[in-house]
C-alpha cells in the first residue's frame, strides 16, 4: 500500500502539470452541435446552388463586356526576332510596326498589356534566382539566391540578380492614332499600374544622394541595354528597384501563357474619352526574342469593370460550383423520397 505521503506528492505534481480548473482550458463550455434533417440539408444545397448560379451569372455577363483588342506581332516582327537572337546584335536596334482599325470606339480607361505565350515562369529554378534583399536596396549575398546569374568573372555583382531580372520583357511599345491625315501619338502613363504594396514594401532603392552613385560597383544583367538607374530616363522616380515594369516582371507567372499591366491611356485631348474609332499603329522596339523557344507575343488594349478584365475563369467556377450545389440537392431529395416510399410501404 501507498503511503500518505506518496498520494500527496503526486497530487502536488499532478496540479503543477495539469491545466487551470477553468471552463475553457477543461472543455467545459456550452456547446452547439447542429440537428441535421432533410429539410436544413436540401435548403443548405439549394440556396448555395442558387447563390453561386447568381454570382456566376453576374461575374460571366461582367466580363463579356469588356472591350478588348488583341494584336500579335510575332508574325510581323519576325525579321527583328531573327536579327536580335544573332548575338552580334544584341545591341542594335531593331523596330518594326503593326496596324489595326477601331471600328468601334473604347470608352473610359483603356490599359496596355504586353502578353506572352509558352514562357514558362514557374519552374522552380528560374522563380528562386532572385534576392528580395537586393531588391530592397540592402546589402545581401547574392551569390546564395541568385546563381548563375548573381556576379560576373570578374567578381562584378549584377543589379538586380538574378534569372527572372536578366530575362525582364523589355520590347518598347508606342501607339500611334491616325487623324485627318496626321499621326499622334497617344499619351501612355508608365506608372501608377503596379501594386501599392510592392511600390512602397517589397522594393526600394539603396539609399544614397543620387541613384548612380547608389549603384556604383554593379552591373547590369548580361540581356539589358541600360543600367538598372536608367529603366526610364522621362521619370527619375521610376528608376532603380521601383521601376514599375520590373516591379510588375518580378512577380512571376504561374501559367506559360499571361499577360502583364504594361501601360494605361492618359485621358487627354482627343483621348479624353478613351481611344476613338480609326486606325492606329504600334511602333514596337524589338528587344525580347521569343522563336527560340517557340513563343509568341501580343499587345493588348483592354478595358476593366467593376469584377476586373476579361477573364470569365471566376463567373465559370461559380457556375460550375452551383450547378453542382443543386444538382447534389436534387440527388438527395430523389434517395430521400425513394427511402421514404420504401419505409412507408414496409410499414403497410
Same mark, same amino acid.
Given at each position: 500500500m501507498k503511503s500518505k505521503t506518496s498520494f500527496l506528492l503526486q497530487g502536488e505534481a499532478c496540479s503543477s502539470r495539469c491545466p487551470d480548473n477553468t471552463a475553457f482550458k477543461q472543455q467545459? &463550455? =456550452?456547446?452547439?452541435? =447542429?440537428?441535421?434533417?432533410? %429539410?436544413?440539408? &436540401? +435548403?443548405?444545397?439549394?440556396l448555395t446552388g442558387a447563390f453561386c448560379?447568381? !454570382?456566376?451569372v453576374c461575374l460571366t455577363l461582367s466580363a463579356n463586356s469588356v472591350r478588348e483588342i488583341q494584336i500579335d506581332y510575332s508574325d510581323k516582327c519576325s525579321e527583328c526576332s531573327k536579327f536580335r537572337e544573332n548575338s552580334s546584335n544584341w545591341n542594335n536596334e531593331c523596330h518594326c510596326s503593326a496596324d489595326f482599325v477601331l471600328e468601334e470606339g473604347i470608352m473610359g480607361d483603356v490599359f496596355m498589356y504586353y502578353? &506572352?505565350?509558352?514562357?514558362y515562369q514557374n519552374h522552380r529554378r528560374y522563380m528562386i534566382s532572385r534576392s528580395n534583399a537586393q531588391l530592397l536596396g540592402q546589402k545581401a549575398n547574392?551569390?546564395?539566391? +541568385? %546563381?548563375?546569374?548573381?556576379?560576373?568573372?570578374n567578381g562584378t555583382p549584377m543589379a538586380p540578380c538574378g534569372a527572372i531580372a536578366n530575362s525582364m520583357f523589355n520590347d518598347t511599345i508606342e501607339l500611334f492614332y491616325s487623324f485627318n491625315s496626321s499621326v499622334i501619338q497617344v499619351p501612355l502613363l508608365r506608372t501608377g499600374n503596379c501594386w501599392w504594396t510592392d511600390?512602397?514594401?517589397k522594393f526600394r532603392n539603396p539609399k544614397s544622394h543620387n541613384l548612380s552613385s547608389a549603384f556604383a560597383g554593379t552591373a547590369r544583367p548580361p540581356y539589358w541595354q541600360k543600367p538598372v538607374y536608367l529603366l526610364d530616363e522621362e521619370d527619375e522616380r521610376n528608376n532603380g528597384y521601383v521601376n514599375e515594369d520590373l516591379i510588375i516582371w518580378m512577380r512571376v507567372s504561374a /501559367? %506559360?501563357?499571361?499577360?502583364?499591366?504594361?501601360?494605361? #491611356?492618359?485621358?487627354?485631348?482627343?483621348?479624353?474619352?478613351? &481611344? =476613338? %474609332?480609326?486606325?492606329?499603329? /504600334?511602333?514596337?522596339?524589338?528587344?525580347? =526574342? !521569343?522563336?527560340?523557344?517557340?513563343?509568341?507575343?501580343? #499587345?493588348?488594349?483592354?478595358? #476593366?469593370?467593376w469584377s476586373g478584365g476579361s477573364s470569365q475563369f471566376l463567373g465559370i467556377a461559380y457556375l460550375v460550383t452551383g450547378s453542382a450545389a443543386t444538382l447534389t440537392g436534387f440527388v438527395i431529395t430523389g434517395i430521400h423520397l425513394k427511402l421514404r416510399k420504401k419505409k412507408t410501404y414496409f410499414q403497410k
Open positions: 467545459r &463550455l =456550452p456547446a452547439w452541435k =447542429p440537428q441535421l434533417n432533410v %429539410a436544413s440539408v &436540401l +435548403c443548405s444545397f439549394f448560379i447568381a !454570382v456566376g502578353g &506572352l505565350q509558352n514562357f547574392i551569390q546564395q539566391h +541568385c %546563381a548563375p546569374f548573381a556576379t560576373y568573372q511600390k512602397n514594401v /501559367f %506559360a501563357t499571361f499577360r502583364n499591366l504594361y501601360r494605361r #491611356v492618359k485621358r487627354v485631348e482627343q483621348f479624353a474619352d478613351g &481611344l =476613338p %474609332a480609326g486606325n492606329y499603329t /504600334f511602333q514596337i522596339s524589338y528587344n525580347f =526574342p !521569343v522563336s527560340k523557344f517557340k513563343g509568341r507575343k501580343h #499587345v493588348i488594349l483592354s478595358t #476593366v469593370v
